[in-house]
């Protein structure tokens, strides 16, 4: 039986477009287990985080209109190496 998770002692960026709220159901989850939650709108705010403020997760939408998804990876790991980063897509299928 799977652990039930308590209390989220960590930071999540959400990275989506502007008024995009396809993904807020997840965001209030983690919110209410305790995670600090802040929110990017493009590649460009994303980086000025990363470099001002300890995040640990990253969860990006990868249908974003306006980042591409390995130039992301690539610049968020060179600016926080420990940042662990999320892709999700409503369109995705395996």
């Given at each position: 039986?799977?652990?039930?998770?308590?209390?989220?002692?960590?930071?999540?960026?959400?990275?989506?477009?502007?008024?995009?709220?396809?993904?807020?159901?997840?965001?209030?989850?983690?919110k209410r287990k305790g995670a600090i939650t802040i929110f990017a709108c493009s590649s460009?705010?994303?980086?000025?985080?990363?470099?001002?403020?300890?995040?640990?997760?990253?969860i990006a939408d990868y249908d974003h209109s306006e980042i591409k998804a390995g130039i992301?990876?690539?610049?968020?790991?060179?600016?926080?190496?420990?940042?662990?980063?999320?892709?999700?897509?409503?369109?995705?299928?395996?």
């Open positions: 039986m799977p652990k039930k998770v308590r209390n989220l002692n960590t930071t999540i960026l959400f990275i989506s477009e502007r008024g995009d709220t396809k993904w807020e159901r997840f965001h209030s989850y983690l460009r705010e994303t980086y000025d985080i990363l470099r001002k403020r300890p995040v640990n997760i990253m992301l990876l690539k610049k968020s790991k060179k600016i926080s190496p420990h940042v662990e980063l999320i892709f999700l897509s409503e369109k995705a299928s395996m």
